[in-house]
């Protein structure tokens, strides 16, 4: 029976006793999900407790100041919150929960279990931005990756610590795609952050990866769309304050964003309110560079041995490639990979576009024989789309060109290649070995 409150004694004991007299604030003002609140100097990033009935609080998070008043941003609903309520800080500014405790578990932005496995107990804590290092500590980028998914082992690999981008409009198969890749990975621990996705995708994933031997080595971090845009954002940087935890650890992390897009919007929101002008359609600077601090954070660590191979989601707005935070993640990461809309109505998933997806460390992790093939398949793709008009109406004439010619004879066996089933896993030595078949000349 005692073993039941052993880990809460724990807590307890691990607690330091504050004498100093507690302060409060009271809420002067409430906008939408905006609070200003007079009286209370805490700093950005504090969290604090609302009083709004008896006993109850609803939490909120300091973004700013103004006029000598503290805002802060709800991370609930603004329901039953009345005027002159007291605002209490609580916990330390700055610093999010880690540690083993969140292996095998599912929790929100703010670390708060949601699987129903009762509470997580843990007693390490890490800074929400990151410990910032010398850009000489970030090894390079040196061991292939295995993803599990064939198209991308052989023709987009990538590598141990690389920063990916998965980029299409909506519809078109990125959480697919991640859930073959978070199946079929090799990682020590793989950290998830399910931000500003529907809830029923929330359970779907939970149920799909968090059972089996997978459980005891992945974390998921979700909030669902309809929650606050600073839990979103405090969601993402918990899911990498976690990943970098366990990278300090020399653990092989692979940490899943999905989406940056929504990390953009969420942090697009907090900027408006806060009075920062749109710049690039309707996106505020601060907005763009959250997503650029986010995924510098992953990588290779020199010192410690470990690494975080980060993949994110980036969803193209009307499925334009020069979208702002499209654009800004290809500028910023180590590489990207593009699901075409016209792929999947023909029934091709994954639908990668290969000519269009790029591994930019894949030349310096690769033999130089896999480099020949993958050109080599990337020449015939691009040689049969650039004259697929052409090809259906009949109007090529057969001997015209032989690559062409080629490339229309394994027209069906290229599209099969990028082709794999959701279920099946391919590994990266497999992968390329296929490769090698496919294209082998014919006897």
């Given at each position: ?39 209370l ?5 504090a969290?604090?407790?609302v ?18 008043r ?12 009345r ?5 209490r ?19 929100d ?11 997580v ?12 290092s010398?850009?000489?500590d ?9 993803t ?18 998965v ?11 991640i859930?073959m890749?978070?199946?079929g990975?090799?990682a ?7 931000i ?7 359970s779907?994933f ?16 979700a909030?669902p769309?309809d ?6 954002l ?26 940056l ?22 996106y ?12 510098e ?21 009307g ?17 990207h ?20 997806s ?5 030349n310096d ?28 109406m ?5 001997g ?12 069906s ?5 990028v ?13 390329v ?6 294209l082998?000349?014919?006897?």
């Amino acid at each position: 029976m005692l073993r039941l409150y052993e880990p809460v004694l724990a807590d307890l004991a691990a607690e330091t006793v504050s004498l100093e007299p507690r302060r409060y604030g009271l809420v002067e003002a409430c906008d939408g999900g905006l609070l200003e609140v007079s009286g209370l100097a805490i700093p950005v990033g504090a969290l604090a407790r609302v009083e709004h009935g008896r006993n109850l609080t609803l939490c909120a998070e300091v973004i700013g100041f103004r006029n000598g008043r503290t805002l802060m941003m709800l991370l609930g609903d603004t329901v039953m919150l009345r005027p002159g309520a007291k605002v209490r800080p609580e916990g330390r500014p700055g610093m999010l929960p880690v540690g083993p405790a969140f292996l095998g578990r599912a929790v929100d932005g703010e670390g708060l279990p949601i699987d129903g496995l009762g509470p997580v107990h843990a007693r390490q804590e890490w800074p929400s931005g990151g410990i910032r290092s010398g850009a000489l500590d970030r090894s390079p980028v040196r061991t292939p990756f295995d993803t599990g998914v064939r198209a991308l082992n052989a023709l987009t690999t990538f590598g141990v610590g690389q920063r990916i981008g998965v980029m299409a409009g909506s519809g078109v198969g990125k959480s697919v795609l991640i859930d073959m890749i978070a199946r079929g990975a090799s990682a020590d621990i793989v950290v998830v952050g399910l931000i500003g996705e529907r809830a029923r995708e929330v359970s779907d994933f939970v149920e799909r990866h968090m059972a089996g031997d997978k459980r005891e080595r992945s974390v998921v971090v979700a909030v669902p769309a309809d929650h606050a845009p600073n839990l979103r954002l405090r969601g993402a940087m918990l899911a990498t304050s976690i990943a970098e935890h366990f990278r300090q650890g020399g653990s092989r992390v692979l940490l899943i964003m999905d989406s940056l897009t929504r990390v953009a919007h969420a942090a697009r929101e907090i900027a408006l309110l806060l009075g920062e002008p749109g710049a690039a359609r309707g996106y505020p600077p601060s907005a763009l560079a959250t997503i650029t601090k986010l995924v510098e954070r992953a990588g290779n660590s020199a010192q410690s041995g470990g690494s975080i191979t980060g993949l994110y989601t980036v969803l193209a707005d009307g499925d334009s490639q020069d979208d702002p935070v499209v654009d800004t993640a290809r500028s910023i990461l180590d590489g990207h990979v593009v699901l075409s809309r016209e792929l999947a109505q023909r029934g091709q998933y994954p639908a990668i576009d290969v000519a269009a997806s790029l591994s930019r460390v894949m030349n310096d992790i690769v033999t130089p024989e896999h480099k020949a093939l993958a050109r080599e398949f990337r020449a015939l793709s691009a040689a049969y789309e650039s004259n697929r008009d052409l090809v259906l109406m009949g109007a090529y004439r057969a001997g015209a060109d032989p690559e062409l010619d080629r490339a229309i004879s394994l027209n069906s066996a290229l599209a099969g290649f990028v082709s794999q089933d959701s279920d099946r896993c391919i590994s990266l030595p497999d992968s390329v070995a296929d490769l090698d078949r496919l294209l082998a000349p014919q006897a």
